[in-house]
T-cell receptor, first 115, second 116 residues
């Protein structure tokens, strides 16, 4: 079955450490996205990518970095510069993009806890 | 500023009763509107969208939504709720700045609780 795989499901890190969240899709979608979800705040866009080797900052990119070396993969690195990294992180993709009228397909998320 | 609002944090409904989850939006030009559902510790799943055409849009799992341009609303409805419909529902609107990259704006979500 086609879909988006995020790993790991749960991730624990000490403050000051960088951590990379994996996102892989086999839907042959061009556009990929990273969102952060916090209780009561909905989803906020971190980064998005329309094509390989190109990506754009979203609304809350500070303290995060991404790469898009392959169409299937869009890993997110949460750096030590991110002031409040504990959150639920969602990766998504869409057939058309970015943000055209085709719906987003989401992975099942990675819950990151930093202590 | 372009925005989307879900005025209710939680909606409670008895199984078998009709349900409505409200969404209003503010966007220039013609809006693209979406509803997504999220089950606990999972990603969001697409339910339905309005791009153009018929104001009543039918989607997955028996849900439908009505686009009302004069009231700038896109409420999600279902004639008969199921306990399995209990989840977090998000409304989203695509920004419409014309020519620039137009991002999706998500509402803060409405928790639907269906009592047996």
């Amino acid at each position: 079955d086609g879909g988006i795989t995020q790993s790991p499901k749960y991730l624990f890190r000490k403050e000051g450490q960088n951590v990379t969240l994996s996102c892989e899709q086999n839907l042959n979608h061009d556009a990929m996205y990273w969102y952060r979800q916090d209780p009561g705040q909905g989803l906020r866009l971190i980064y998005y990518s329309q094509i390989v080797n190109d990506f754009q900052k979203g609304d809350i990119a500070e303290g995060y970095s991404v790469s898009r070396e392959k169409k299937e993969s869009f890993p997110l690195t949460v750096t030590s510069a991110q002031k409040n990294p504990t959150a639920f992180y969602l990766c998504a993709s869409s057939r058309q993009g970015p943000f055209y009228n085709s719906p987003l397909h989401f992975g099942n998320g990675t819950r990151l806890t930093v202590t | 500023a372009q925005s989307v609002a879900q005025p209710e944090d939680q909606v409670n409904v008895a199984e078998g009763n009709p349900l409505t989850v409200k969404c209003t939006y503010s966007v220039s030009g013609n809006p693209y509107l979406f509803w997504y559902v999220q089950y606990p510790n999972r990603g969001l799943q697409f339910l339905l969208k309005y791009i153009t055409g018929d104001n009543l849009v039918k989607g997955s799992y028996g849900f439908e939504a009505e686009f009302n341009k004069s009231q700038t609303s896109f409420h999600l409805k279902k004639p008969s709720a199921l306990v399995s419909d209990s989840a977090l529902y998000f409304c989203a609107v695509r920004e419409n700045y014309g020519g620039a990259t137009n991002k999706l704006i998500f509402g803060t979500g409405t928790l639907l609780a269906v009592q047996p």
